[in-house]
């Protein structure tokens, strides 16, 4: 009889711990998958310069027009791995969708459109690159598909707090300049678009308001 109670308790004990190991690979699958921007984007030690361009995993940044119209947009930012990033930009009601690819020396944006493209990494693997974001190390002077790197020092100043050490990016076209504001840990901090005109500078400035996470 004892040795029948000692069976059952044994066999219990193993199917709990079955139970709990199996919860326990569940949370793990998760944590992981929500913390790929807090261990490759955020967390400065781990990361690499070029993966401090960009937010933090699920985060939803609000920038706010300077001046008294008070337009604003929105950028979402999803990593879709530790070498790919996917945002989310939504403008006059119109949402854009970037995916980029992060390697040791650049950032490489895999597809730009106003759809949102459905793919795996092993599918973005397999694609070409549209085009060159940034090169690293990050240099005045550098251009690529347009885009210039102005500043590698500038402060900006924002509703959310004050930068300092942002890369500023300038491309001209079209009568228009456009210049984007980058800090490390946060990307995307500030942009500006300037319009000549018969009589002077129309300039328009977006400013990082909140950042929900």
Known sequence: MRQLILIMAVAL???????????????LVEDQVSAVAAEYAYAYENASPLQLFFKEDQTKATFHESNENGDSFTEETFWLSEDYVKTIAVKQGVASYSIYRITKDAIEIMYEGETDLKVTTADLQQMTVKRTFLTFPIEIGTSLEGWTVTNVNQQVETPFETFHEVVELTQKIEGQIIRQYFASGFGLVKETISIDTDKDVAETSFLLDTLEY
């Not at 004990?13 to 949370?27: D, K």
């Open 13 to 27: 004990l193993s199917a709990c711990n079955m139970v709990e190991e199996e919860h326990t690979e569940e949370f």
